[in-house]
């Protein structure tokens, strides 16, 4: 068009304007120069990267083929469109519409387009694109037509394979990114920074003795809690992409090692907070890039990805909910046959292969499990339908895809390995189901019935006779999992779950025990205490299962006092303040990192000045009425709190609410203890 050309003086001839070569971001970070190719220029191909550049009037970032790939986009789709109506032109925005001929009729240049060669781009072409697209855009784009295009003379079915429309919806899964506290918070909770984030840049894989350095950091802190990978294989990988290219580092071609690679330096990113050669959202950007590939196998590999997203989203304060991760996990093991021990019509297995299907099982389990009765959900499945065994325990160097070296460890006073604590753990989540299923099933309502609770305390007493001893690191560990205090508390956090049903009686005149009570009293003091202590040497330990854990000792210990005249009059007031200030101190703690823990610090906070007043203003004599307002009324408590109280509990049932937290907030409220009363 004249308009997009210049007029050279001499000739009088017009000329087109040659376009500038724009730097794509990736090269202008790393300060090296860009030779602007499309639609990828030679860096980012070497790293298996999408080539973007920014927009100079929007400033938006976009692939470098973006304004290509559309435009091939609209010719296939009018080839698409033409093929149903002939009497549409392959390009329709270079005709007028007097020139289009009218229904029903054939023009000698429809014909001959038909027999001209076809100028509409190849099939490589459209699926390397779209592929470039669909990785800047985050979103699921495999379900329009340009899919579904053959350029052979097949049949043409516009339909996806079952196979290839699950990926598609776990895909979709994978990336919905919402701002949920720390994981395991469920609904609703958002943030205008979200909607404002910049496009993150796949970073290429780091120098050798840093990736040393994020294998050794995942496999100390987050391997013997969640097995999920073969260690040896993984550095196997490690070694294979370091001796392919021993100077540069780049990408391989294999997707499974180079996706899992990316995830495990993401993770190990989050748990190091290092930022040094690469964030752990440009590893996880990098992983995702192969992503497709490896959901689409429908295989042991794609739990585990679907696994390391939930392990990614356990460590960061934005991601997808762990409840729905897991979830998706668990049914994809399901369906795979993973949750049962005869698989006599399913392929044949080695011997690694088989564990690690055993392993992603009860990985999935426990993450379900965990996050369930963290958040009040249902499980994702019934123990009845699963019979599957426990993994073997033994540490991964000992098994290969032929044999087992050594004997697996199988009683209590054996030596510990890497999977020992994670195998106790899911005995622990299997006592928890039984727990959930006799005391918080709403289909058969709350049973408090001695003789199934004390077989239940039982089973936790001999779980916890069995905790194996903690290993010994080679470095200073970032995470108290397998600690002794870890397993105390879980065993502390149990107790409390079996016997909250008993002592949050719905009937006020029933007469219960008081042993319920003084195990709660004693489980959420030490709760409170080893939290405390944990969280000053370190802070890093903190995690969103803490703050729930937390939250429901600290009302726990509150409710006990308020309720029960013996309790008050066995409890002391430095016991009081000792344990409600222990309780306040996390809680503040993890409010400052996470903004999502507020409103359980401030709920909270109210309840244990209002606690604290009372118990000095009148002493345990005085708390002989079983809930009075009056009583504590200067204590931090006025009118004007209630709009925040109230707030504070929409929050929390928002971000996710167990059972147990539900049923002692709703006491107290039905006692008036969270609202003001008007007493004479």
């Not at 748990?271 to 590893?283: M, P």
């Not at 996390?586 to 007043?613: C, G, I, Q």
Request: proline share 5%; glycine share 4%; net charge neutral.
């Amino acid at each position: 068009m004249p308009s997009s050309g210049v007029i050279n003086k001499r000739t009088g001839h017009g000329r087109r304007k040659e376009r500038t070569m724009v730097a794509c971001i990736a090269c202008k970070q790393r300060k090296q120069k860009c030779d602007g190719q499309s639609p990828a220029c030679r860096h980012c191909v070497r790293a298996g990267q999408v080539c973007l550049v920014e927009d100079p009037v929007t400033k938006q970032q976009k692939p470098r083929a973006y304004l290509q790939f559309l435009e091939e986009r609209v010719a296939t789709l009018e080839m698409l469109l033409q093929e149903n109506h002939a009497d549409m032109q392959r390009d329709h925005f270079n005709s007028s519409p007097a020139e289009r001929p009218e229904h029903g009729t054939e023009t000698t240049a429809d014909r001959a387009e038909e027999t001209a060669p076809s100028k509409t781009p190849s099939q490589e072409q459209i699926a390397y694109r779209r592929d470039e697209i669909r990785r800047f855009e985050g979103g699921d784009n495999d379900n329009d037509l340009s899919c579904n295009i053959n350029t052979d003379d097949a049949p043409r079915h516009h339909e996806l394979s079952p196979e290839f429309a699950s990926s598609l919806s776990i895909t979709s899964s994978l990336q919905r990114v919402q701002l949920q506290g720390p994981g395991m918070s469920m609904g609703g909770i958002s943030d205008p920074l979200l909607t404002s984030q910049q496009l993150i840049v796949p970073c290429p894989l780091p120098r050798a003795e840093v990736g040393t350095i994020l294998l050794r950091a995942y496999f100390d802190e987050v391997h013997p809690q969640y097995p999920i990978l073969h260690r040896d294989t993984i550095l196997q990988w490690e070694r294979t992409v370091s001796r392919e290219v021993p100077s540069g580092r780049e990408a391989s071609q294999d997707h499974i090692m180079m996706y899992f690679l990316n995830m495990v330096y993401a993770i190990s990113s989050l748990v190091l907070q290092y930022n040094g050669e690469g964030s752990a959202k440009g590893f996880l950007a990098a992983a995702q890039q192969h992503q497709d590939y490896v959901i689409q196998l429908n295989s042991v590999e794609s739990v585990q990805a679907i696994l390391c997203h939930a392990l990614y989203s356990l460590y960061s304060p934005v991601g997808v909910s762990v409840w729905s991760l897991s979830g998706l996990a668990l049914r994809q093991c399901i369906e795979l046959g993973f949750h049962r021990m005869n698989r006599r019509f399913y392929p044949k297995e080695n011997l690694l292969r088989s564990e690690l299907r055993k392993r992603v099982f009860w990985c999935s389990y426990s993450m379900d499990r965990a996050a369930a009765m963290t958040l009040g959900r249902p499980f994702g499945v019934s123990d009845d339908d699963i019979d599957i065994e426990l993994p073997l325990d033994i540490d991964d160097n000992h098994i290969t895809s032929t044999m087992v070296y050594g004997q697996p460890r199988v009683a209590p006073n054996e030596p510990a390995t890497a999977l020992s604590a994670a195998i106790h753990t899911f005995r622990l989540r299997r006592i928890w189901s039984k727990i959930q299923r006799v005391h918080y099933s709403i289909a058969k309502g709350p049973i408090s019935g001695v003789p199934i609770t004390e077989a239940l305390r039982s089973e936790l007493d001999e779980w916890h006779a069995c905790t194996p001893k903690p290993l010994q690191p080679s470095t200073p560990k970032l995470s108290v999992f397998g600690s002794c205090d870890w397993f105390q508390i879980a065993f502390d956090h149990s107790i409390l779950l079996l016997y909250c049903p008993q002592i949050v009686s719905s009937d006020p005149s029933e007469t219960i025990s008081l042993a319920p009570y003084h195990e709660c009293i004693r489980a959420s003091k030490e709760i409170s205490e080893l939290y405390r202590r944990i969280f000053i040497t370190n802070a890093a330990s903190c995690s969103w299962g803490s703050l729930h854990i937390l939250f429901f000792a600290g009302l726990t210990y509150i409710y006990c006092l308020w309720s029960s005249t013996a309790i008050r009059e066995a409890v002391t007031y430095h016991d009081i303040y000792k344990t409600c200030t222990s309780c306040t101190v996390v809680l503040s703690l993890m409010a400052e990192r996470w903004k999502a823990a507020a409103p359980h610090r401030d709920l909270f906070d109210l309840l244990a000045n209002r606690t604290v007043y009372a118990m000095s203003s009148k002493g345990c004599r005085g708390w002989s009425k079983k809930i009075s307002v009056d009583d504590a009324s200067n204590g931090g408590y006025t009118t004007q709190a209630e709009p925040l109280i109230h707030d504070c509990v929409t929050q929390i049932a928002l971000s996710g609410m167990s059972m147990g937290v539900e049923r002692l907030i709703s006491e107290f409220q039905k006692v008036n203890f969270l609202q003001s009363t008007s007493t004479n």
